[in-house]
């Protein structure tokens, strides 16, 4: 799928077991700690064309395990890690829903609602974008929009795997990840 007149290439990626180790429902910026290789995956990404958009479904804030403002308040603190290290990301989407406390909505990953808001504000084209994470849902828009998906086995990516699908790639981990989207944008 295409958005009229776009030409970018998006990173859609993960935040939690992706980019930052996974610490279930992380509220303290205390705790974010990137995987390993995660600057230098980045970079590659973005050396390669991509803009580093992450799109992330926070149901602890639905289920009230914390606020907002501690979801922000965390991701500050991976900003400031990422500007220092001179790759920061373009955008950030988060998802603040879960159908079990706040109903359905379209934003919730794998629905294409952050997808398709990124696509507009950015000029994402999310045929050519790839789709990057440590769950299935994280990957499953890249066959709704004909994108690339690559399943990372960090977070919950390694008992994910096991149920994945011909059309998702798998990667060791982030840098393994960037390397093949690098790859596959070559090829396009």
């Not at 926070?58 to 500050?76: C, M, N, P, T």
């Not at 359905?104 to 000029?123: S, V």
Request: with cysteine; charged share 25%.
């Amino acid at each position: 799928m295409q958005v009229s007149g776009t030409s970018k290439r998006a990173a859609f990626l993960d935040r939690d077991g992706t980019i930052m180790i996974e610490r279930e429902y992380l509220a303290d910026p205390a705790g974010v700690e990137l995987v390993s290789g995660a600057i230098e995956a980045l970079r590659t990404l973005r050396d390669s064309g991509f803009e580093l958009i992450v799109v992330t479904n926070q149901s602890g804030i639905a289920r009230g395990l914390y606020a907002e403002s501690d979801f922000r308040a965390v991701q500050k603190r991976l900003d400031e890690i990422l500007v220092k290290a001179g790759v920061p990301l373009t955008a950030v989407y988060f998802c603040p829903h879960h159908p079990d406390h706040t109903g359905p909505c379209e934003c919730r990953k794998p629905k294409p609602g952050m997808y398709l808001q990124a696509a507009e504000e950015h000029e994402v084209d999310l045929g050519q974008s790839v789709y990057i994470g440590d769950r299935l849902k994280d990957v499953e828009a890249a066959a709704a929009f004909g994108g690339l998906g690559i399943l990372v086995q960090t977070g919950y990516g390694a008992e994910e795997a096991t149920r994945r699908t011909e059309d998702v790639r798998v990667a060791p981990g982030l840098q393994e990840a960037a390397l093949i989207a690098r790859n596959w944008a070559l090829g396009q």
